[in-house]
């Protein structure tokens, strides 16, 4: 079956093909967070796209936890809405509960985060893909990849497992967990990606056969657990309740649909969705397991197969029972009780922390050893999944394959964890391959830029050995890599480059957030002041003789863009721009200084950024270089000086070798060369 997207919300038309005589520009396999990103990405830069996935209903399903966005994470969805994407604005339909986590602490780790209605979520997701300009959903199990006879090898199609043959040029694979899954319970195994749904099958052989080296890694989920027989009033349950007012994840609106006064910037409403006039934000509870409870882990250990596989699962989020062995000594461990939605769309808890993949006899006595849910009731099991996941370092940055012309992957299959992972990858690589079909130039988003460039950089140059998670500490430009700022990083380069339509609503509300946000900081830092006259309009100013900008006032921690503007006859004006942009110009302000000292190096890492490597260069001819470094060198072939640097095992001494050869085969100038190894050599041999 064949849902084609329509512009019309109202026009939703079905088509039936017995064949696929016309070719696909884009076949996106999986329609999960990075199959979802991937298809809208594709369809975005004006590529025929088609998404194929096993269930239609299943489209937007959250697999594990109910929740969307961290420390990190929420900074890689609001990149993701920057560049056009729709995770953002499902969430902020189908939040029930939002934070702001590390609120008390620098703006550069601030973690947006929301509670997600499983129900909501899923209809968000599937009313806007189903809806979507140039895609096409198609239901069907994708059983292999059709390649070329020629030499090149390249993408022409998709096989589904009926035989059925879809031609496209070029295919992203975004199976999640369900690539070659097998579910853990106890010492029960069976194949499934997610309990019930069958696995992909198929694709793993052809990509081993291919070359691609594949590995096995390990995630789980917990019970579901019945609302109704959890003691809500146990004195021990503790409420973590939301921000009032809440703070939304897209740049396109303003609230949240289950908050008061919802609006957007843009006043875009879908029609095909109601919203309501009040706030239903409901809290979440945190209590704590028990030494009873860790006892219990310790007795039926030798019960767990999948505790006892060497795969490695995610150490930052990890399985009761690896947290109970990790840590002997420790005698709780904080489980929280999340809703699934609201009581009136579904009777499930979900007890984030307490994900295991124990014996089903135990499973329920377990619980029950936590304060509140001594008469807790499970509903689903919990279990481990393991699956296959590709070695990401025979990915360029676009996430091409190097080794099959055409070949995308997205999400899981690259060696990462968690929603917020999967979606920034599946629209790096949808819309690389939407540009790709339709010869235009890639888009690549580089460390500097964002978070979704540090994900994919320590992806494709260093690899992982367990799935990989992001957090802030894993960029060296946190501070300029703000979640607030990620349209002004970020949208205009995705216009630019075909993945933002031109002329549509969010192109439409940044110019406008651009204009309002560049007019207030020119006026603030043309108004130049001493101390003695900043006194005079009433904002205290260290008598020290100093000019300085209404702008520059924002380093002193007590002084806000709005408190100077309502002060400043001359500036009242701009109070007419939205709080919530003023309070973005406070956080420039007071970064100002730090961003000030950041953009040395910076421009440093540009430059060897743009210090680019031959693709095809043979390592193995270049004399100075250890066996070891050729090898890695080969097997990821970085794509400049700076890639290659921050490769495992990379050493001084061997980007000097390399810098040295790239100048003797691209003709660089001695001089040009030696200046660029010198503060290099010196800034690896610190580190």
């Known amino acids: 079956m064949l849902r084609r997207a329509c512009h019309s919300r109202r026009a939703l038309l079905h088509r039936f093909y017995s064949s696929f005589s016309s070719p696909y520009d884009v076949v996106v396999v999986g329609a999960g967070h990075a199959g979802t990103e991937a298809c809208a990405a ?43 994407g729709v995770m953002g604005e499902c969430a902020d339909q189908a939040g029930i ?86 579910i853990h319970i106890g010492h029960e195994r069976f194949p499934a990606g997610r309990m019930g749904e069958a696995p992909t099958l198929g694709i793993s052989a052809s990509l081993k056969a291919a070359g691609f080296q594949l590995g096995r890694l390990q995630t789980g989920t917990p019970a579901r657990l019945l609302r109704k027989s959890i003691n809500w009033d146990h004195p021990a349950l503790e409420a973590q309740p939301g921000d009032n007012p809440p703070s939304p994840f897209s740049f396109l609106n303003k609230s949240v649909r289950n908050a008061a006064s919802f609006f957007t910037y843009c006043f875009y409403l879908p029609s095909s969705l109601t919203y309501d006039n009040q706030n239903r934000q409901i809290p979440c509870y945190k209590t704590m397991t028990t030494p009873e409870t860790h006892q219990l882990i310790r007795d039926n250990i030798h019960r767990s197969v999948h505790i006892q ?147 994919i950089d320590d992806l494709i140059t260093k690899g992982v050995e367990e799935p990989y998670r992001m957090f802030t500490s894993r960029s060296e430009f946190r501070m300029s890599l703000r979640s607030e700022n990620a349209d002004l ?117 540009e430059s060897y950024e743009s210090l680019l490597l031959d693709k095809d260069m043979n390592y193995s001819e270049i004399h100075g270089l250890s066996s070891e470094i050729k090898e890695r060198l080969a097997r990821v072939r970085p794509a400049s000086i700076g890639a290659a640097k921050r490769m495992e095992g990379m050493t001084p001494s061997g980007v000097v070798v390399l810098l040295k050869h790239a100048k003797k085969m691209h003709g660089r100038s001695a001089r040009n060369v030696e200046s660029n190894v010198a503060p290099f050599k010196s800034a690896l041999a610190v580190a």
Request: with cysteine; glycine share 10%; net charge negative.
């Open 42 to 84: 594709s369809a975005r830069t004006g590529a025929k796209t088609l998404l194929v996935t096993p269930d239609l209903s299943t489209v937007g399903a959250m697999s594990c936890n109910p929740s969307i966005g961290g420390v990190g994470k929420g900074t890689l969805v609001r990149e993701v809405d920057a560049m056009g």
């Open 97 to 182: 509960q939002f934070q702001m986590l590390n609120w008390s602490k620098g703006a550069a780790v601030w973690g947006p985060r929301a509670q997600i209605s499983r129900t909501q979520y899923k209809a968000a997701v599937q009313d806007t893909l189903f809806n979507y300009p140039g895609l096409d959903v198609h239901q069907g199990s994708v059983f292999d990849l059709v390649l070329s006879d020629d030499v090149s090898r390249k993408i022409t199609g998709v096989r589904l497992d009926g035989g059925e043959v879809i031609p496209c040029s070029k295919m992203v694979i975004c199976t999640g967990t369900f690539l070659g899954g097998e």
């Open 309 to 455: 596989e060497t795969k490695n699962g995610p150490r930052y989020c990890p399985s009761l029972e690896a947290k109970v062995l990790r840590f002997p000594d420790k005698q709780n461990h904080h489980i929280w009780l999340e809703p699934e939605g609201f009581h009136d769309e579904t009777d499930l808890t979900y007890p984030a922390g307490l994900s295991n993949s124990m014996p089903r006899d135990i499973q329920e006595p377990l619980v029950r050893t936590l304060p509140g849910l001594e008469n807790a009731e499970i509903v689903t099991p919990a279990y481990g999944v393991e699956y296959d996941y590709v070695d990401p370092r025979s990915l360029f940055s676009t996430l091409e394959t190097k080794l099959i012309p055409g070949l995308y992957l997205a999400g899981q299959i690259n060696g990462t964890t968690g929603y917020e992972e999967a979606a920034a990858q599946g629209l790096i690589a949808g819309a690389n391959a939407g540009l790709s079909a339709m010869n235009k130039p890639p888009f690549v988003v580089t460390r500097g830029e964002g978070y979704v460039g540090v994900l």
């Open 489 to 605: 990083r970020l949208t205009r380069k995705a216009r630019d480059l075909g993945v933002v339509v031109d002329g549509g609503k969010r192109w439409e509300c940044f110019e406008r957030v651009e204009k309002d946000l560049g007019e207030v900081r020119r006026r603030m830092e043309t108004m130049v002041l001493s101390p003695t006259v900043w006194g005079r309009y009433g904002l205290p100013v260290h008598a020290d003789g100093v000019k300085r900008s209404a702008f520059q006032l924002l380093g002193f921690p007590s002084l806000t863009t709005k408190q100077i503007l309502s002060q400043v006859p001359e500036l009242s004006d701009l109070l007419s721009i939205d709080d919530a942009l003023l309070s973005r110009v406070d956080i420039d302000g007071r970064y100002a200084y730090h961003l000030l000292r950041q953009s040395s190096d910076l421009r440093q890492f």
